[in-house]
């Protein structure tokens, strides 16, 4: 009788938690998408979505061609072969491969049929600020996050010519280059005009702060962000430390912005696969406890990319209230490793981390990452719901759009406009 009771308990709680994670706009606080002034740069439609690099390495798992021979053909014969690969000639199980089909059932297409002849008739007939439109409400995306590099040959110019923002296109100064190869940065930071020598003295780091204060400003942006290998260390007698010891937290400080690190990935593993070929490795997490720990009056936010560093994290973050973990990065974002991180984040950090960002590098993909991880989402919500509820402790219907609220997006603007 009593479990009878609690059965019906436990359907009333999924059918809230699953309408509430369905219904909560998300807020995408990291993306590589464009704002569409970019033009080109904002990715979009099945031939992009084929040949994004999460599926590029899945094809060449199965291609005897020469890697040159591929990198060689057009986008639409790279994207023929990777559907030939991956869906026609296997079925397309990979989380990557489903992600595709998700967003095309979405979007309202007949994946059965299996004709990418008509899907591709299809996008051709889309205009890119309705298909902008029609992707955020698909995905229930709020805002997207970009990330933005002055860095980028590509997407300097408009910045510096100035456009008129699209507001759901918010910013993120990215700024891998600055601190992973100061030598390089120093030549280009010199041929722009800054003052920088390739030491780096009070006058060098000072010009530094100036630059990121520039495009901070230029951009609006959020906070900033690197991407980091699995060795890195702080403190330590290397460019990349001093860099953010006395550039980078200074003007976090001066502008109340977090920043965002990344750590994990080993770049270019393999180089022939270009994009596809970066890989992971475990971290040393001791970097980022020296970091929160050194600098209380900073605020960093972290994504770590091995699942063997991800326990360690959520205790760190349980001691450094300047920390804020988010998002299952990449190999991570899938549904049984974004299932068990974020279950393992809300246990131990209840509702104070940002469990999800979609990484979409292509329009479309907001659809199927956001779908996806609101079907992760409330299956772990049910569940810790429901324990709370055998309590005798029963969730309103507004106490958990509250949480979800702050789950998709609340949490990190609140941690973006605390003062530590
Ligand atoms: O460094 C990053 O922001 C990564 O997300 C990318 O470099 C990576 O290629 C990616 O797209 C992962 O999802
Ligand atoms: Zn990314």
New binding site residues.
């Given amino acids: 009788m009593k479990s009878a009771l609690f059965a019906s308990v436990r359907q009333r709680l999924r059918a809230t938690v699953e309408s509430v994670v369905a219904r909560t706009p998300v807020a995408d606080i990291?993306t590589?998408l464009y704002d569409p002034a970019f033009t080109d740069l904002l990715l979009w439609g099945i031939d992009e979505l084929l040949v994004y690099?999460?599926l590029i390495a899945e094809t060449f798992r199965r291609l005897e061609l020469p890697f040159d021979r591929f990198w060689a053909l057009g986008r639409r014969e790279q994207a023929d072969l990777v559907w030939q690969a991956l869906f026609v000639e296997n079925s397309p199980i990979s989380e990557a491969c489903r992600g595709v089909l998700t967003t095309l059932h979405r979007l309202g297409l007949d994946v059965k049929k299996r004709d990418l002849a008509a899907v591709r008739q299809w996008f051709a007939r889309q205009r890119v600020a309705d298909h902008v439109d029609r992707c955020f409400e698909l995905a229930g995306a709020s805002s997207v996050c970009m990330?933005n590099s002055p860095f980028d040959d590509l997407e300097r110019p408009l910045w510096e010519r100035g456009f008129r923002r699209d507001e759901r296109f918010t910013a993120a100064l990215?700024i891998?280059p600055l601190l992973l190869d100061w030598p390089a940065t120093a030549r280009r930071l010199t041929g722009w005009g800054w003052r920088v020598g390739r030491t780096l003295n009070a006058r060098t780091l000072g010009e530094v702060r100036r630059f990121l204060a520039d495009w901070t400003r230029r951009l609006d942006a959020r906070f900033l962000?690197v991407?980091l290998p699995p060795d890195f260390a702080f403190p330590a007698r290397t460019d990349t430390a001093r860099l953010i010891e006395d550039a980078v937290l200074p003007h976090c400080r001066e502008f109340n912005l977090p920043f965002a690190l990344?750590p994990g990935?080993k770049r270019a593993v393999n180089p022939s696969l270009r994009?596809a070929g970066?890989g992971v490795g475990l971290s040393n997490l001791a970097a980022l406890q020296n970091l929160c720990a050194a600098f209380p009056h900073n605020k960093f936010a972290a994504t770590v990319l091995a699942r063997e560093n991800q326990h360690e994290l959520c205790v760190l973050a349980r001691k450094f209230r300047n920390l804020h973990l988010f998002g299952c990065?990449?190999f991570l974002?899938t549904p049984s490793l974004a299932g068990e991180t974020t279950a393992m984040r809300l246990e131990l950090l209840g509702l104070s981390v940002t469990p999800q960002h979609s990484?979409a590098?292509v329009l479309d993909q907001l659809i199927y990452k956001w779908t996806h991880f609101r079907e992760v989402l409330a299956r772990v919500l049910v569940e810790k719901y429901t324990d709370l509820a055998a309590t005798g402790w029963n969730p309103t219907r507004t106490e958990i759009e509250r949480d979800v609220q702050n789950l998709l997006g609340g949490e990190f603007d609140r941690f973006c406009r605390m003062t530590v």
């Fill in positions: 990291h590589h690099h999460y990330t990215r891998d962000m991407s990344m990935v994009l970066d990065w990449w974002n990484d590098r």
